[in-house]
């Protein structure tokens, strides 16, 4: 004679196997399944292939900047990041109230020598040069324009080119400038701790006057690397600044690209 506990394990078996043959049920049972598709690691940067990328880039902006009142830095390690940055020189800066000296209507406003160097700007970066620097690691490229602190006013006498030349119209009433988002596209951008939204309309201020300075600078930028936009309403020793800087940010790649990255655009790690 079984005990208590051994009849009833025998009756639990006996359960299960008419179960099995009745039903064709299976008691359920915890498997362990092993696949082989494990995510494959990131590849790791290439040093000498970024390097060069990078230090091309660099000979660029060199290239448009010659002869232009134009400053192009050492790259520089900020971080696990590197950049590479381009700016106006200190004495040059956009006229008061113009922003786009690559739009038809606007460029014959510009003085040449200004003009000039906001093109060195716009082609320190060529967009097919940053997308493919961009299949190698994350990059960013960011533009900022400087605008004054000063009110934004009324015009009662506006200007524009017309066959590449200025055409002087008076307004009546007196009215903003406006700005027409085919010249330079409508994206957000970021000013004094807000987001100011690019689109067609007066510019009746002048953080909107600052980003659409840094916009016009990145008109062509490339997918993979999206511009983002900085406005800057500052003055600077009493007088208006207004400045425009672009730079191109690697991210991520400094403790393994660093010393290539220096020696190739020839300078010191």
Partial sequence: M???????VLGLVI???LAVAAFGLVPPRETLVITDETPAPK???APAELARRMAALVQTSRRAAKGKKVVVAPPRRVGDDIELVVSLARDVGFPAGLYCARCAAQRCLFPEATAQALDALAAAFPAA????LARLAPVELAAT????????VKKDVAQACQGGAAQ?????????????EKDCSARDCAAAGTTVHLASGPIDDNRALACLRAACLVVDAPAGAPAKLTGEVATEQGAAYRGAEVVLTV???????????????????
Avoid: H
Wanted: aromatic share 8%.
């Fill in 43 to 45: 590849p790791a940067v």
């Fill in 129 to 132: 040069d940053v997308a493919e």
């Fill in 168 to 180: 002087t119209s008076i307004r009546f009433p007196a009215a903003f400038d406006a700005y027409d």
């Fill in 2 to 8: 079984l005990p208590g506990v051994g009849r009833l």
């Fill in 15 to 17: 359960i299960d196997a």
């Fill in 145 to 152: 324009g400087g605008a004054s602190g000063g009110p934004v």
């Fill in 251 to 269: 991210r991520g790649v400094a403790p393994a690209a660093w010393d290539a990255v220096s020696a190739a655009a020839g300078e010191e790690p």
